[in-house]
């Protein structure tokens, strides 16, 4: 897997409302490449200017840890 691939699939999530299925991609992409940790808030920040609040959510989830 490519942490670039997990991004694009999370963010295809997003846009047919699939949240939690994208939360596990963006979480995919940090557990491959730590260092995207820091390019989150930004996307998520822009998508919040977008109106795209749930999409933004997800991807700040995914910062977090995972639940069990």
Not at 9 to 27: H, K, P, V
Request: aromatic letters at 14%; proline letters at 6%; one cysteine or more.
């Amino acid at each position: 897997d490519q942490p670039s691939n997990c991004l694009v699939l999370g963010a295809f999530y997003t846009q047919f409302g699939a949240f939690d299925a994208a939360t596990i991609e963006f979480r995919a992409a940090l557990r491959l490449e730590p260092a995207y940790a820091h390019d989150y808030p930004a996307i998520a920040a822009d998508w919040r200017r977008r109106g795209w609040d749930r999409a933004a959510e997800s991807i700040l989830k995914a910062m977090q840890p995972a639940e069990h």
